[in-house]
């Protein structure tokens, strides 16, 4: 069976997963994409930037 991780929110295939937050009330990983968006949601006020730059090796 293979092990494809699935983004929680938009089901899309996470290569690099992010673990949610206790108080998102989500349980299962997330994209970069979702996670990044959750913390603008949870948290407006701080501008935590997700490195979505990690992957890329161009
Ligand atoms: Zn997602």
Known sequence: M???VKCT???NPVSLR???MDE???K???CG???SQKISEHYPG???RVSL???KEV
Do not use: F, R, S
């Open 9 to 11: 929110v938009c089901g």
């Open 53 to 55: 730059y990690e992957k």
């Open 46 to 48: 701080k501008h935590v």
């Open 33 to 35: 994409k979702c996670y």
């Open 2 to 4: 293979p092990d494809k």
């Open 24 to 26: 998102w009330g989500i």
């Open 28 to 30: 299962g990983p997330l």
């Open 18 to 20: 992010y673990e949610p």
